[in-house]
């Protein structure tokens, strides 16, 4: 079937509706970082504490959706590329759905986070960079793949044999060689309230 007769359908619910229903906005909050920078950690603590408030929230992590979605892509450049676009596609559909997502992937390239923040309305997506040194991270190395990396067992190792590119203008910075786990969950909550995406009563 060609592409002349796939025809958008206009649906009867839109995201304004769900975002009422729910009583919270909707939006795609993207860590990058280093691997054991500590982007999954925080991203499952924030969703941990939205979600007992009643915030409806999901974590789309690396290694999880690539045992999935994403199970035939490799790590060259042009798998990383397709890797952050499918990402960012199922992304868009669960921002529709209503849901605060979280993204934790390395995604080296300013291009393909570039291109996933053109999927959305500004005020929408919000990059969050967990800024962690290479040496940091390595010293952490939970998964022992630095190591492998150094030796060569492991190929394209972002940070090791392939580039990372920080971002240049995110709208959040967290460093977890200053910040405690805790802490920074605490500062992304305060700036998810700060940009009125969930409103959390105090007192």
Known sequence: MSEEHIVWHECLVNRADRNRLNKHKSALVWFTGLSASGKSTI???VEK?????GVRT????GDNVRHGLNSNLGFSPEDREENIRRIGEVAKLMVDAGLVVFTAFISPY???RDSVRKFFERG???EVFVKCSLDECERR???GFYGKARAGIIKNYTGISAPYEEPEAPELVIDTET????DSVKRLIGFLCGKN????AHG
């Open 43 to 45: 991203a499952h603590g």
């Open 49 to 53: 504490q939205l979600f007992d408030l």
């Open 58 to 61: 999901y974590v789309l992590d």
């Open 110 to 112: 300013r291009k393909d």
């Open 124 to 126: 929408s997506f919000f």
């Open 141 to 143: 190395d939970p998964k």
């Open 179 to 182: 910040l405690t786990p805790e």
């Open 197 to 200: 995406l969930i409103e959390i």
